[in-house]
């Protein structure tokens, strides 16, 4: 056989790939035009994107109704932050987006100026001016008014009809208030005789505590204002008991004034005598409170028929005119009083003229006692 001989690879010419001998780089031309293309194509999605989100921004801004008669009531807690803020206008259909609520607030730096409170918003303005209603703090307001002589019972149906929860309503005449009204109160006692009875405005969806805190401050001014401690302490009694007093002297007789007067008289007369006080009002009260039938003989110690001095406490809130007859009775030597069929209190000094009275001027009232 033929001898082989090593073998010689052959040169394989090499194919051109692209144009251009395959293993070779690309040119400097193509790389930089490849470059410029894929810079071009991206910057020119980023500016479209900026474009969109601008666009889309600006439409959220605007209305999203043309009923400038349709009112949304919202309720701003405390402690909301913008975004949840912004949601919640979003679901009450009153911004088009709660994003771009909360961007608007942040880029003008209001976020944190945004106030709580129960609004009337118009989902017919622009979101720029629902942020600055909210800065603002356009709140609805409500006016609550409580009323002299008025129990606990009653001032919590007050609250009620303006749309608190009974819970709510307890937890806040369950809590410890701070004030000095409260110094000389019997530890346990609940807050009859210190919701004070006038009217007071307030922001809509305020916290029963902020109400009632509120009731307290303008009660202890009306004392403060009228020297009422000292007053009470010249007859021996603490602003507690002078609030008791006072608040049965305000069940008793309303007005006038002079009335009033008399009628703290006549208390301080029968306790300095050792007598009861008598006060139909007082285990009226108690049987109300107890769900009992009123029963003048009722054994409890709100009954000052059968028991000396005053009750365990105030059988409602007094108002200014029977707080200052506490503190300043008038000058007579009155034992005895009642209200007439007619509406007038009659007075007498012995159980002969009080029995006269009630013969010419109570067979009604005092029948049904």
Not at 200 to 219: A, C, K, M
Not at 233 to 246: C, D, R, S
Not at 338 to 347: M, N, Q
Request: with cysteine; aromatic share 8%; charged share 20%.
């Amino acid at each position: 056989m033929p001898e082989v001989g090593p073998v010689i690879p052959s040169r394989i010419k090499q194919q051109p790939i692209n144009g251009q001998p395959s293993g070779l780089k690309p040119s400097k031309d193509n790389f930089r035009k490849t470059m410029f293309w894929a810079v071009t194509t991206i910057g020119a999605a980023i500016i479209g994107v900026g474009i969109a989100s601008v666009i889309w921004y600006n439409v959220q801004l605007t209305p999203i109704s043309n009923d400038s008669n349709q009112k949304i009531s919202v309720n701003i807690e405390s402690n909301m932050t913008p975004g949840a803020i912004g949601h919640l206008l979003q679901t009450k259909q009153v911004v088009r987006s709660g994003l771009a609520f909360e961007i608007y607030s942040r880029l003008k730096g209001l976020e944190n100026r945004l106030q709580a409170g129960l609004y009337s918003l118009l989902p017919s303005e622009s979101t720029n001016v629902i942020v600055e209603q909210l800065t603002k703090g356009s709140v609805e307001t409500v006016d609550v008014t409580f009323l002299p002589g008025a129990t606990i019972k009653q001032d919590r149906k007050v609250l009620l009809d303006l749309g608190y929860s009974a819970l709510e309503i307890d937890a806040a005449f369950a809590k410890t208030y701070s004030s000095p009204l409260f110094d000389t109160r019997p530890a346990g006692k609940d807050l009859e005789g210190y919701i004070y009875g006038e009217t007071y405005r307030f922001n809509s969806g305020v916290p029963v505590e902020t109400i009632l805190q509120r009731t307290f401050d303008e009660y202890y001014k009306v004392i403060q204002d009228n020297n009422l401690v000292k007053q009470f302490k010249t007859h021996n009694l603490t602003l507690y008991q002078g609030i008791t007093l006072a608040s049965i002297v305000q069940r008793e007789v309303s007005k006038p004034e002079e009335d009033q007067k008399k009628v703290a008289q006549v208390f301080y007369s029968r306790m300095s005598q050792g007598i009861q006080l008598g006060s139909d009002v007082t285990y009226q009260y108690i049987a109300d409170k107890l769900g009992l039938a009123r029963d003048p003989n009722l054994d409890n110690p709100y009954n000052t028929r059968k028991y000396v001095g005053l009750p365990p406490g105030p059988i409602a809130s007094p108002g200014l005119s029977a707080l200052l007859a506490v503190a300043n009775p008038a000058n007579t030597n009155y034992l005895y009083f009642l209200a007439g069929d007619d509406g007038v209190t009659y007075f007498s000094t012995s159980e002969a003229g009080h029995n006269a009275n009630i013969l010419n001027h109570c067979q009604k009232n005092c029948s049904s006692l």
